[in-house]
Every structure is written in structure tokens, then in C-alpha cells.
């Protein structure tokens, strides 16, 4: 069965730290891995999305990452601000799958404080 | 243009009503699709349009009801809720629905609160 954990559930960090959310998947056979931000009650919004030849992809403070061999991905927020605070969900989509082959992880919610 | 746009933001309704909630996008992209997300879950697929056809529904109550009436616009008719249909609905919509690869963009979501 295909999955996607992520870790941690939570995570609160101060202003101008910096975090890295983490996602295990077990999708086969693998397309490829998507990060979102969701802010509350809003709809998600890429950050980013890369194929298996890719091991690494940024977006501003943003920096996504991927080991195709172990199927981790991180997600690396530099510099974090308080609009940052959000859940942000790995999805990972399975080739030939189409819309119904994507598998949405539970997602990391973000709190940064001031 | 990279927006999907939903109507209403938000919408109670008692679980005798009718509603619709809508969804429009303009970038040419011939897959539409309905989620539905509880609080702190992933978004559920519930349906996927086609090429204005209906291509998966994932099991869902006759309660809801989609509808496509063209290749930009995307309805969902709402009949009889119960209390636990209460979620955000998301809209999403990509290039093609037969690839993995497409970027799903998705709109802000209607918040439905049924009483």
C-alpha cells in the first residue's frame, strides 16, 4: 500500500530560525514528490516539485530535497518568518496513477513565534 | 493566470438545503477535481473531471453531486448533508488528468458547515 509519513507532526521554532520537515514514502513505482503550504483554511500552494533525477530544488527560503534510493525528502526553511506558519504536506504521486495516484502525507504544522 | 477561484468562501446549511459550490479556472486545463479536507487531515480525493467527463468517483454519497458544464467551470451540488460533511473543498485543476506529472494547482476552498 502506498504512504507517505512525515515528521514531525509540529513543530514551533523562533523567527529567523531555520527547520527541516521530513518525509518517508513508500509510493511505487515513484513519479514524483511534491511539497505544499497550506496556511489555515486555505487552499495548498506548490513549493516545490521534483522527479527522481532531481536531488535537490529551491524556491526562495525554501529548499527541497530528495534521496530516491532511502524515498526521504526534506524540506528546508531558511531564515523562518512568522508568514511561514502553516502545514506544509508532502504528496507523492505514483506514475500511471493520474489524479487518483497521488498519495497526500498527514503533514507538518508550522508555528513560528516571534 | 494560475488562479482557481471557489465560490462562496464560506457556507452553512441545514441538512434539509440545496447548495452548490462552485469552481473556475482560466488556464486552459482540461482536469478538474473536488477534494474534501477535515481539519489537521489531508484533502480526500472525491472526484475528477476529464475533458468535461466524469473519470473517478471515489465512492462518494449521492449526497453530492458533480457537475461540469464546461472545461472551465466545475459544480458541486449539495443535497441532504449530514453534520459530518462539514470540511473544507478544495477545487484543484491541472493540464491533464492521464499524467503523474502535472502540477495540480488548487483553489482556496469553500469551508461548509452543515447544521
Known amino acids: 500500500k502506498n504512504q507517505v509519513e512525515q515528521s514531525p507532526q509540529s513543530l514551533i521554532i523562533l523567527e529567523g530560525k531555520n527547520c527541516t520537515l521530513q518525509?518517508?514514502?513508500?509510493?511505487?513505482?515513484?513519479?514524483?514528490l511534491r511539497w505544499y503550504k497550506q496556511d489555515t483554511g486555505r487552499g495548498p500552494v506548490s513549493l516545490t516539485i521534483?522527479?527522481?533525477s532531481e536531488n535537490t530544488k529551491s524556491n526562495g527560503r525554501y529548499t527541497a530535497t530528495l534521496d530516491a534510493d532511502t524515498k526521504q525528502s526534506s524540506l528546508h526553511i531558511t531564515a523562518s518568518q512568522l508568514s511561514d506558519s502553516a502545514s506544509y504536506i508532502c504528496?507523492?504521486?505514483?506514475w500511471g496513477g493520474g489524479a487518483d495516484g497521488l498519495t497526500f502525507g498527514k503533514g507538518t504544522h508550522l508555528i513560528i513565534q516571534p | 493566470d494560475t488562479e482557481v477561484t471557489q465560490t462562496p468562501k464560506h457556507l452553512v446549511m441545514g441538512m434539509t438545503n440545496k447548495k452548490s459550490l462552485k469552481c473556475e479556472q482560466h488556464?486552459?486545463?482540461?482536469?478538474m477535481y473536488w477534494y474534501k479536507q477535515k481539519a489537521k487531515k489531508p484533502p480526500e480525493l472525491m472526484f475528477v473531471?476529464?475533458?468535461?467527463?466524469?473519470?473517478i468517483n471515489e465512492s462518494v454519497p449521492s449526497r453530492f453531486s458533480p457537475e461540469c458544464p464546461n472545461s472551465s467551470l466545475l459544480n458541486l451540488h449539495l443535497h441532504a448533508l449530514q453534520p459530518e460533511d462539514s470540511a473544507l473543498y478544495l477545487c484543484?485543476?491541472?493540464?491533464?488528468?492521464?499524467?503523474?506529472?502535472?502540477?495540480?494547482?488548487f483553489g482556496p476552498g469553500t469551508r461548509l458547515t452543515v447544521t
Open positions: 484543484a485543476s491541472s493540464q491533464d488528468q492521464g499524467s503523474s506529472s502535472y502540477e495540480q494547482y
Open positions: 488556464m486552459g486545463h482540461r482536469a
Open positions: 473531471y476529464s475533458y468535461e467527463k466524469l473519470s
Open positions: 518525509c518517508n514514502y513508500t509510493v511505487s513505482p515513484f513519479s514524483n
Open positions: 521534483m522527479t527522481f
Open positions: 504528496v507523492v504521486s505514483a
